[in-house]
């Protein structure tokens, strides 16, 4: 599988709203996730570690919506562009913009790296 | 000046137009762009070679319309979105959407990589 086969397969599973079999399906174990923020989450490692991170973001936010736009491919690495309207528990309602880049080896994503808009 | 301050100047420029200005202001000396494709464009470093690049790229395609999305920052990378309605020489008039992954390091731009919208 190129990578640009894996990405359309993964936009796809995104685009679907499977976001939780995207990662599972696609995911390296060694898996990385970079956010753009300070912390403890800033960077986790290790598929539990990521789906335990995921699983505490699913609970937490109420999804109303998700645009998904992408991939956009260059060599071992891709983009995609999601816009959300989520409300977080104990939060208002907010649209978030972001970029995601994922860099995979071997037929796996062994990174997620995500953008915010400012 | 932080990535992100530099994210939106840059960005900012872009907005305007001013690409080559962006460019000028923004890249190191030792800037390395990075596209999705195989050839002598595929790689170019230092700032004598992108901007003849990016004066070959001006010289060969009519710009009808470009939108600029972002930026998108995380660390010392950000991303932008590019959606362009342009006429290559000798082509035919197409829609290009695209983005930029930009490495800043000590306050300047030293590798924009493109990726390609699939």
Same mark, same amino acid.
């Given at each position: 599988?190129?990578?640009? #086969?894996? %990405?359309? &397969? @993964? ?7 499977? @976001? #939780?079999? &995207? ?8 898996? =990385?996730? /970079? #956010? ?9 490692? +290790?598929?539990?570690? =990521?789906? %335990?991170?995921? &699983? ?6 109420? /999804? ?5 736009? +992408?991939?956009?491919?260059? +060599?071992?690495?891709?983009? =995609?562009? @999601? ?14 913009? #972001?970029? &995601?880049?994922?860099? =995979?080896? *071997?037929?796996?994503?062994?990174? *997620?790296? @995500?953008?915010? +808009?400012?």
């Amino acid at each position: 599988m190129t990578t640009h #086969e894996l %990405a359309k &397969a @993964f936009t796809a599973l995104c685009t679907s709203g499977e @976001f #939780e079999k &995207a990662g599972h399906q696609y995911w390296s174990d060694d898996i =990385v996730s /970079i #956010e753009a923020m300070d912390g403890p989450m800033a960077r986790v490692a +290790g598929r539990a570690a =990521v789906d %335990a991170k995921g &699983a505490w973001w699913y609970a937490n936010h109420e /999804i109303h919506s998700v645009k998904v736009e +992408g991939p956009y491919v260059n +060599g071992d690495q891709f983009t =995609v562009r @999601f816009t959300m309207d989520v409300t977080p528990k104990d939060g208002a309602r907010m649209a978030m913009d #972001e970029h &995601a880049l994922y860099t =995979v080896r *071997e037929g796996k994503i062994v990174e *997620e790296r @995500f953008f915010y +808009g400012m």
